[in-house]
């Protein structure tokens, strides 16, 4: 049960007429509290709600029969039988344990009294022995019981938010206050639509499930079926039936490793605070230490297969590699498997350094140990934001063989949303008034991403950026690509696709060419038609040219 010292959203008028309810003589010197079910405030006919240590005590009866329970008292025993359609429980006077289904014993709060001729049970009791969320609202003397279908039908209205595009509706009435400044709608919409853009049209939720046991509140994951894949929504809800967590992931298909190859499941980073599952693809018949790669992902809350839509580049990387004796350790990315741990507060001072540089490190580390492996030649493949960030895992401790750099840019992140954001705008019609707005808007986030480097980190991490925390972009100017990239002498490949539309062959191509003129070992190539993905299309697989091309460059 979580206590909140917030105002809760209450009916005035059903709060006004409860107070004018006199309380029963035997409650009346204890603090009062009024019970709200689902939002909506419960009228009690005479014993009312009180406070009783760290605990709100409610008369049984008319709490358990306005939540859809059946309630039998037996005066001479002074128990009562809680019967719903999926639990029968027993409580008795005097006594913090419920019975289920007359024989396991379930412990709450405080113990269960008779007053006034009315059983009262904590509001423990609910949560604990029937699985009901519940919180105390200190500042308005109210106690609150969450049931499964409102926060169902609140999770369906969400969704309908989310499918319709109505971002600022969206986080201004389901977020709490807290959500609302760490995602807020402009976040919201790139994270959604580039979630959903590649799979198609929607069709509908297919489930809705519940993981009560998560964190300290509830999640309710809904499974939203699209034409090419399906994707889940994790949505934490509080007793307001506000979001205080959103996730959004797209469901992987399986699909059976090719017959010369095996794969195994690993751990990076293991007996840290965040181990991440990962696979190693190897040769099924391989003689002497093998060279390996790590794959590094791109922007987002990426599986290991770094899937997009019905893409799967980092799978199409680890398979066609390992074919020609390449051993490839893939890994979910940290937000994506530990993503739902994360609090606002968290995210305010999370870094590129938390969310991939320290991951890859483990990541050669776990491959350097493995005596199948020779230590000497593992070598990193960055994809994107991996790739832009492929310099900084080399020079802080992934002290590669060399460096793949797939679609990857020496310059700053802020510079290259701008320039997507720029791109889209281009796009609109000249007379739409959206057009306009949205280009100030592009020049006023610019012009914050250029005072960045003058910003103390906690003034930093009091700003957005793009929708994103400003000390995210500030953190990782500081440790910029192009200054550490200009001082390698190891081999660097730089891999760009030329019909790539987020990151660019006539500006980040040409200025890595720039940054990595004293390397003679730095070799470059363009592929007409590949996208940022390096496939014709996005449900294409990565083009067998460039995993032959990588796999060359490995070996040689």
């Given at each position: 049960m979580k206590k909140i010292r917030k105002t809760a959203l209450i009916a005035t008028a059903s709060a006004m007429l409860l107070s004018a309810i006199p309380l029963s003589s035997s409650a009346?010197?204890?603090?009062?509290?009024?019970?709200?079910?689902?939002?909506?405030?419960?009228?009690?006919?005479?014993?009312?709600?009180?406070?009783?240590?760290?605990?709100?005590?409610?008369?049984?009866?008319?709490?358990?029969?306005?939540?859809?329970?059946?309630?039998?008292?037996?005066?001479?025993?002074?128990?009562?039988?809680?019967?719903?359609?999926?639990?029968?429980?027993?409580?008795?006077?005097?006594?913090?344990?419920?019975?289920?289904?007359?024989?396991?014993?379930?412990?709450?709060?405080?113990?269960?009294?008779?007053?006034?001729?009315?059983?009262?049970?904590?509001?423990?009791?609910?949560?604990?022995?029937?699985?009901?969320?519940?919180?105390?609202?200190?500042?308005?003397?109210?106690?609150?019981?969450?049931?499964?279908?409102?926060?169902?039908?609140?999770?369906?209205?969400?969704?309908?938010?989310?499918?319709?595009?109505?971002?600022?509706?969206?986080?201004?009435?389901y977020f709490d206050n807290a959500l609302q400044k760490a995602v807020p709608p402009e976040a919201l919409k790139a994270g959604w639509e580039q979630t959903v853009a590649p799979v198609g049209k929607y069709s509908g939720i297919e489930a809705i499930q519940v993981n009560a046991a998560a964190a300290d509140q509830p999640q309710f994951i809904a499974l939203l079926a699209f034409a090419k894949a399906k994707v889940a929504l994790t949505l934490a809800l509080n007793t307001d039936n506000q979001v205080t967590g959103i996730w959004i992931k797209l469901v992987a298909e399986q699909t059976p490793v090719p017959a010369g190859l095996i794969e195994e499941e690993v751990t990076v980073g293991e007996g840290t605070k965040y181990p991440l599952p990962g696979t190693l693809t190897l040769p099924k018949n391989s003689s002497g230490k093998l060279p390996a790669v790590v794959l590094v992902h791109g922007s987002g809350s990426t599986d290991r297969d770094e899937t997009v839509g019905p893409a799967k580049p980092f799978r199409d990387l680890a398979w066609g590699l390992a074919e020609q004796g390449i051993a490839v350790l893939r890994y979910d990315k940290r937000t994506f498997a530990h993503g739902q741990s994360f609090t606002p507060d968290m995210l305010l001072s999370f870094t590129v350094k938390d969310e991939t540089v320290d991951d890859a490190i483990a990541a050669a580390k776990l491959l350097k140990a493995d005596p199948r492996i020779d230590s000497s030649k593992v070598f990193v493949v960055g994809h994107s934001l991996g790739g832009m960030l492929a310099p900084r895992i080399d020079a802080d401790g992934g002290d590669f063989a060399g460096l793949a750099i797939l679609a990857g840019s020496p310059r700053t992140l802020w510079e290259i949303i701008a320039d997507q954001n720029a791109a889209a705008i281009a796009t609109m019609k000249d007379g739409d008034p959206a057009k306009a707005a949205n280009t100030e808007l592009v020049a006023a986030e610019v012009k914050k991403a250029q005072a960045l480097a003058g910003l103390t980190d906690d003034e930093a991490k009091k700003q957005t950026l793009f929708g994103i925390p400003a000390y995210y972009f500030k953190e990782m100017d500081s440790r910029g690509a192009d200054g550490i990239a200009a001082k390698l002498t190891k081999p660097v490949l730089v891999l760009q696709g030329e019909a790539d539309v987020q990151v660019y062959a006539d500006k980040d191509y040409i200025q890595w060419q720039e940054t990595l003129k004293n390397n003679s070992k730095a070799s470059f190539k363009l592929y007409p038609g590949l996208n940022h993905f390096f496939a014709k299309d996005k449900d294409g697989h990565v083009d067998a040219q460039v995993i032959r091309d990588i796999a060359d460059w490995i070996i040689k």
């Open positions: 009346a010197s204890a603090t009062a509290f009024k019970l709200n079910i689902d939002g909506q405030a419960l009228l009690f006919p005479d014993a009312q709600p009180y406070r009783s240590g760290n605990d709100v005590m409610v008369p049984l009866r008319p709490t358990a029969q306005a939540l859809g329970f059946k309630v039998e008292y037996v005066p001479a025993s002074k128990e009562a039988a809680i019967t719903g359609s999926a639990v029968t429980a027993t409580v008795k006077s005097g006594s913090n344990e419920a019975h289920i289904g007359g024989q396991a014993s379930i412990a709450f709060g405080a113990n269960a009294v008779v007053k006034s001729n009315r059983m009262f049970v904590p509001l423990s009791f609910f949560e604990r022995t029937l699985g009901l969320q519940t919180a105390i609202h200190e500042d308005s003397a109210t106690a609150s019981i969450l049931t499964a279908k409102a926060s169902e039908n609140a999770v369906r209205t969400i969704v309908e938010k989310l499918v319709a595009g109505e971002y600022e509706q969206l986080s201004g009435t």
